[in-house]
Structure formats: structure tokens, C-alpha cells
Nanobody
Framework: QVQLVESGGGLVQAGGSLRLSCAAS????????LGWFRQAPVKEREFVAA????????YYADSVKGRFTISRDNAKNTYYLQMNSLKPEDTAVYYC????????????????WGQGTQVTVSS
């Protein structure tokens, strides 16, 4: 079992930065691929970024490539999403997820999900 708790969301102006954290419990955290997804009002949840269990591979949605960075610290059982140059269209609830796979972009690949943290970007 893995439990995930997100933090770091909030209100920021366009062009600003936020860092989301996802704290995980579970002894096998380092075996899981980790991902971030987001869901804006009246939209479907979408993939944002993923990192492999080893941290050696990352993958990003085109909409955030070059602005967001995913990273993990297995020693702290925590992983992060650094978000720079934020835009109003980045406004959404952000969810972290973990799955027993190498790296994945599909929601149904992930087994565990956090409760979400709100990110609001004002123009």
C-alpha cells in the first residue's frame, strides 16, 4: 500500500512559480513510477508529468514541457513538481499518483492517488 499526500498548491500570478510536493508512505516507494495529473473545472483529468522508479526517465505533456520539472527524492519518500512561468490555463487541481511500472502517462496505469491540491494562476 502507498498513501500519497500533496501540498504546495495556492494562488500565484501569471509568470510566477510554485513547487508541489507529494509525500508518500510505504516501504516500497522507490519501486513505483510517479506521475502528476491535473483537472480543471468541466474538463477531464489530464497527464502532466511522470518520472520512472529510478528517476532516470521523465516525460512531460507538451503543454508544460520546458516550464515544469518533476523530480523525486527516494530517501525522503517525496517527489516534486516544480512549476515555472505559470499561465492561467495551468489552473487546476493537481493530483500525484504512483504505479508499479517503469514510467507511464495513462491514468489507469497508476494504482494510488493523492487527494489533490488546488493551483490557481491569476492573469
Amino acid at each position: 500500500q502507498v498513501q500519497l499526500v500533496e501540498s504546495g498548491g495556492g494562488l500565484v500570478q501569471a509568470g510566477g512559480s510554485l513547487r508541489l510536493s507529494c509525500a508518500a508512505s510505504g516501504r516500497t516507494f522507490s519501486s513505483y513510477a510517479l506521475g502528476w495529473f491535473r483537472q480543471a473545472p468541466v474538463k477531464e483529468r489530464e497527464f502532466v508529468a511522470a518520472i520512472s522508479w529510478s528517476g532516470g526517465s521523465t516525460y512531460y505533456a507538451d503543454s508544460v514541457k520546458g516550464r515544469f520539472t518533476i523530480s523525486r527524492d527516494n530517501a525522503k519518500n517525496t517527489y516534486y513538481l516544480q512549476m515555472n512561468s505559470l499561465k492561467p490555463e495551468d489552473t487546476a487541481v493537481y493530483y500525484c499518483a504512483a504505479g508499479l511500472t517503469d514510467i507511464a502517462t495513462l491514468m489507469n496505469t497508476y494504482d494510488y492517488w493523492g487527494q489533490g491540491t488546488q493551483v490557481t494562476v491569476s492573469s
